[in-house]
């Protein structure tokens, strides 16, 4: 991988909670870590109007990286509303594109409106891969790669989906 891919997985693993492996296996058919980088670096420079926000944010989470903190350091860290109301707003939107396969859209409030967030499916292929599945111990509709009468036992732990010890 790329250093960007690194970061890019690297900083996911660490705000979302899921192992690197499990965001980015060695074996991956699916490769939807390809189709999200390039959405997530296009997204943000067009909603901040400034097209080194990603390239910062990266080179942030390497810099905690690279000083060994934990996941959940690096995570508050990142998270830091000292970093600035963008910064803080892109990593909260690449949590919700991991988990949900779609891309949230924040519209304020109106006279006449509370604020509210919508969301556009990035792909048909980010909607079955959505972590929200995994935390679910489910699976989208339609789309499984269960066996048939897998509901007739017990899931496996929590931790075997995230890639997390102790999850």
Known sequence: MSDTMDNFIGLSAVLTGFASSILAPSL???NIKAEYLPFFTAKVAAESGNPQLVDSIFAKYAALAAQ???AQQIGTAMLDPANGADFVLACRK????WYSGAWPTLIPASASAPASTV???I???SYTCGLAWQVM???PMGDSNYRYGYWNSQ???LNDY????GA
Not at 94 to 97: K, N, P
């Open 155 to 157: 899931p496996p732990a």
């Open 94 to 97: 690449l949590i919700f594109m």
């Open 137 to 139: 111990q489910s699976h």
């Open 123 to 125: 792909s048909a292929k």
């Open 28 to 30: 991956d058919p699916v």
């Open 162 to 165: 995230t890639g997390q010890k």
């Open 119 to 121: 969301s556009d499916l």
């Open 68 to 70: 060994h903190l934990s």
